[in-house]
């Protein structure tokens, strides 16, 4: 089973960036780059579900959820595998838990679909 590390949560002022990244490791046999990432988010309030970001395919295929096209960017680099959340022109409701996701072949926007998740990295934006 393929574990995640998050890294790169932060404080950042609105407008500003952050780069998020996600260390995959594994056992032997079953190596990261056939699977898909993803990227999801949770707010704060029991009443907020994880939603989803972006997502990247074994392929290099992207895809993202639509208030992040244009601002976000999703890439990973299978030598090292990590993958990488790019995030520019951040504002308050950016503030979340991200959250790396993987063990799936194909990039679901469901998050119970996703077999395997990090422990989280907090981003807060200051307005």
């Known amino acids: 089973q393929v574990q995640l590390v998050e890294s790169g949560g932060g404080l950042v002022q609105a407008g500003g960036s952050l780069r998020l990244s996600c260390a995959a490791s594994?056992?032997?046999?079953?190596?990261?780059?056939?699977?898909?990432m993803g990227w999801f988010r949770q707010g704060s309030g029991k009443e907020r579900e994880r939603e989803f970001v972006?997502?990247?395919?074994?392929?290099?295929?992207?895809l993202y959820a639509e208030s992040e096209k244009g601002r976000f960017t999703i890439s990973r680099d299978k030598a090292k595998n990590m993958v990488y959340l790019q995030m520019n022109s951040l504002n308050a409701e950016d503030t979340a838990v991200y959250y790396c996701?993987?063990?799936?072949?194909?990039?679901?926007?469901?998050?119970?679909?996703?077999?395997?998740w990090g422990q989280g990295t907090q981003v807060t934006v200051s307005s």
């Open positions: 972006a997502a990247i395919d074994a392929s290099g295929k992207t």
């Open positions: 594994g056992p032997s046999g079953r190596t990261f780059s056939v699977f898909a």
């Open positions: 996701a993987s063990g799936a072949y194909s990039m679901y926007m469901r998050p119970n679909l996703w077999p395997t």
